[in-house]
């Protein structure tokens, strides 16, 4: 083999050296933390990056850095361009986080400044990087838990890392390489509605018949791991609502058990929230109480006042669900009267809709009345929605 020979075939193997030490340092940190293998922590990250139709990915963490200022040239004072800037931008385009999640890196680096020479006096600024958001993203500082912006509407535009300032007179002509951080990026505003309730309730049955989302549904609780949004839309699609199947919450989720304050934290900013509950009433497993559907509605009430107070005072619509099981009636109708007598001057309910998922018993009621409270239309009201 010639000498030519050799230097491709070893710029080759330095190559494949590079590719394997850029997937290992992408999992070694969650090794740590897991304390997986490799192979299943390639198996673990190849079912977290599966999604299905309507899922989203709602936090994703990336590594942004500050371009390096170019050096000045001293004989002729001549100034190092400054370095770019990382910026986080909204963009209503994007609905999730899922472009990010999918960044063959999850880096955004800005670039560097030019340097100062005989002929350019004064170097170009470095290129700025821009990460586009959907509104509704909160960006914290890994390292130190700050937060560092809160993107609230659309075109918002801020700054996560400056670039360093060119060489000049003043640090003797030397630029500093760009600072670095960490930023989780987290989306707390993805819907319109946010579905509410306890394991196996019918959440995900009810979004699957609202909308063209395809949640996993089961007969056995938490089902629905990851959240899920569908758009419910008029025949002529002028008007359209966002629905947020949140994975189901448990007693203790204000505290955080059960992942709750990754659940709670899309509910946050949804203009209506929309109660499933059985009316069979709910138990998670053997070891706990069985809840009659007051005593679920008034659970996780509790858990969202917990939360974030002043949460339930958004409108709130309550969906009675499995209204086609045996002995349903009596126990809305016990339901109706215990909310009258007991809850309804604490927390305002704006309909109560019986529904059966399974019969669409109620659903073109729910339709038209989740129209209504987004585009504040008109509808006649009929005797099931007053409380």
Request: charge should be positive; hydrophobic fraction near 35%.
């Amino acid at each position: 083999m010639t000498q030519r020979g050799l230097c491709i075939r070893s710029l080759e193997l330095a190559r494949n050296v590079l590719a394997l030490q850029r997937r290992t340092v992408t999992f070694s940190s969650q090794q740590v933390q897991t304390g997986l293998s490799r192979k299943e922590m390639h198996e673990m990250v190849k079912e977290q990056q599966s999604f299905k139709k309507g899922e989203i990915c709602d936090s994703v963490s990336v590594y942004v850095r500050g371009g390096a200022g170019g050096r000045g040239y001293q004989r002729k004072n001549g100034t190092g361009g400054d370095g770019g800037s990382v910026w986080l931008e909204a963009v209503s385009m994007y609905q999730n986080l899922n472009h990010i999640h999918h960044h063959h890196s999850r880096k955004y680096v800005a670039g560097a400044g030019d340097n100062a020479s005989t002929n350019l006096i004064r170097g170009l600024k470095g290129e700025d990087s821009v990460v586009e958001v959907p509104p509704g993203t909160v960006a914290t500082d890994i390292r130190t838990g700050k937060v560092v912006c809160d993107v609230d509407r659309e075109g918002a535009r801020y700054l996560l890392q400056a670039g360093e300032k060119g060489g000049c007179l003043v640090n003797n002509y030397i630029a500093k390489r760009g600072e670095e951080r960490w930023i989780k990026l987290v989306l707390k505003s993805i819907a319109d509605v946010g579905l509410v309730g306890y394991p196996n309730a019918g959440k995900s049955s009810l979004l699957s018949v609202l909308s063209t989302a395809t949640p996993t549904i089961g007969s056995y609780p938490f089902t629905t791991l990851k959240p899920t949004v569908g758009h419910m839309q008029t025949l002529d699609r002028k008007q359209v609502v966002k629905i947020a199947d949140i994975p189901g919450l448990i007693e203790g989720a204000s505290d955080n058990k059960g992942l709750g304050h990754v659940f709670l934290q899309h509910i946050e900013r949804t203009k209506v929230l929309l109660f499933v509950l059985d009316v069979q009433g709910f138990t998670l497993n053997r070891r706990t109480p069985h809840r009659t559907p007051f005593e679920t509605f008034g659970y996780l009430c509790r858990e969202l006042e917990l939360y974030m107070p002043g949460l339930t005072k958004r409108p709130i619509v309550v969906a009675m669900n499995k209204m086609d099981t045996a002995g349903s009636d009596p126990e809305f109708e016990q339901f109706l009267g215990l909310y009258k007598t007991k809850l309804s001057k604490l927390i305002k309910v704006h309909s109560i809709v019986p529904i059966s998922c399974y019969t669409g018993q109620g659903l073109d009621q729910l339709q038209d009345l989740l129209f209504e409270l987004k585009y504040k239309k008109k509808r006649k009201i009929t005797e099931a929605d007053v409380v």
